[in-house]
Antibody, heavy 120, light 107 residues
């Protein structure tokens, strides 16, 4: 059974870069059966899609964040990562990584989420 | 971007009630819609994908229907563990977008 776990700093200073890693277990990140995504949720608010990365290496980002976001895969570590540059307090949120089963085209397995606070 | 509008934003219901939540897309999304359940402090859980396909392990009291711009999630007989917030999400076009959520509360 696929499992995902986010890791990274819980506190980031304004204007710096937020970096998170999602470790995948129970399956290969290189599988063509899955692709991978990031979603965030500001405290007390709804869900916001950040972006997806496909096994081909193609990436799709939310235009609201596009110029600041990078998603990449490290197949040697079975991980994928998220970087958000030039963060502000508005980037404070719980960040979730998730898998998308290609046959389902929805986020079927989620990491528990990690709270990232942007504050000096 | 495709805007997803959920209604109602909240509903008070009793155990055993039938609850219907609607998601309206600003343009047609065929059946590229998923429904998620989220409980406080937890990650969302996939309930329905492709508008009407029940995710493995999800109770059959959950069902989805519709296509195009109006899609619905129905809980046929509300159980105590179903009190939560529900979100729809379209995967027809990038950027993928979520509805604002519907909170199902105890009456």
């Amino acid at each position: 059974q696929l499992q995902l776990q986010e890791s990274g700093p819980g506190l980031v200073k304004p204007s710096e870069t937020l970096s998170l890693t999602c470790t995948v277990s129970g399956g290969s990140i290189s599988s063509s059966s899955y692709y991978w995504g990031w979603i965030r949720q500001p405290p007390g608010k709804g869900l916001e899609w950040i972006g997806n990365i496909y096994y081909s290496g193609s990436t799709y980002y939310n235009p609201s964040l596009k110029s600041r976001v990078t998603i990449s895969v490290d197949t040697s570590k079975n991980q994928f990562s998220l970087k958000v540059s030039s963060v502000t307090a508005a980037d404070t949120a719980v960040y979730h990584c998730a898998s998308v089963a290609a046959a389902v085209n929805a986020f079927d397995i989620w990491g528990q989420g990690t709270l990232v606070t942007v504050s000096s | 971007d495709i805007q997803m509008t959920q209604f109602p934003s909240s509903v008070s219901a009793s155990v055993g009630d039938r609850v219907t939540i609607t998601c309206r897309a600003s343009q047609g999304i065929s059946t590229w819609l998923a429904w998620y359940q989220q409980k406080p402090g937890k990650a969302p859980k996939l309930l329905i994908y492709a508008a009407s396909s029940l995710q493995s392990g999800v109770p059959s009291r959950f069902s989805g229907s519709g296509s195009g711009t109006d899609l619905t999630l129905t809980i046929s007989s509300l159980q105590p563990e179903d009190f939560a917030t529900y979100y729809c999400q379209q995967a027809n076009n990038f950027p993928w977008t979520f509805g604002q959520g519907t909170k199902v509360e105890i009456k």
